[in-house]
């Protein structure tokens, strides 16, 4: 069990499973950069939780709750929780993430909603099977279901998350094609930052060479 102080962001995970160096970069060199498109992201978040809470007959909808997981040690918002009334009374917790985008081809957003689903599960101490992400360019929801298999990935997750954020050092550039979308390319630089790299290691490895032949 961690406690207050040991507590990282849910968000780490999705920038740790989208790239650990995005991750490291906002989360240890508290690196950020605001444009069009995180704009766009962060004004959709702030209009959900604005929008208050609400009942629609047999759900209540809760927006901008806040979450905490002990066990993982997490710390976080869920942008919106629709309680859907079922047997006996009993309401069940179905979290929504809001993402401005559309779905990506990786599990970085299933595993931010699975930890948000923990820490539901933690706090009210009842199962969340399931949940969903709505995507603003799509307009449309996918549903995520929080089998075993998922939730492995997301507690290995915040494991991750956490010793990289603990050792304070920020992974070295490796350019891909999910550098196109990431909000921070321009601070990351990895195409001249990983060339850099490779020159360093080619004249180490120079050295080196000269070095047993010498």
């Not at 629709?82 to 990506?104: D, I, L, N, S």
């Not at 997750?157 to 992974?171: D, F, G, K, N, Y």
């Amino acid at each position: 069990m961690f406690v207050e102080e040991d507590l990282i962001m849910i968000s780490a995970l999705q920038h740790y499973v989208f790239c650990p160096r995005q991750c490291a970069l906002i989360h240890i060199e508290q690196v950020w950069t605001e444009s069009g498109l995180t704009a766009q992201g962060r004004i959709m978040h702030e209009r959900v939780h604005e929008a208050g809470d609400e009942s629609r007959g047999a759900v209540r909808i809760t927006r901008g709750l806040p979450l905490r997981s002990l066990r993982l040690g997490l710390v976080g918002v869920a942008d919106v929780v629709e309680f859907r009334k079922a047997e006996h009374g009993f309401w069940q917790p179905f979290p929504v993430e809001y993402k401005r985008g559309k779905p990506k081809p990786d599990n970085c957003d299933a595993v931010q909603l699975c930890a948000q689903a923990i820490c539901l599960e933690e706090m009210l101490d009842v199962a969340v099977p399931q949940g969903a992400l709505f995507y603003g360019r799509t307009r449309r929801r996918t549903d995520v279901v929080f089998d075993e298999a998922l939730r492995k990935e997301t507690e290995k997750t915040a494991e991750q998350a956490r010793a990289l954020i603990a050792s304070a050092v920020t992974p070295p550039p490796a350019y891909a094609k999910r550098c196109a979308s990431c909000s921070l390319v321009g601070e990351c630089m990895p195409k001249r930052m990983e060339k850099q790299s490779s020159v360093r290691t080619y004249i180490k490895r120079m050295v080196r060479s000269h070095e047993k032949t010498s």
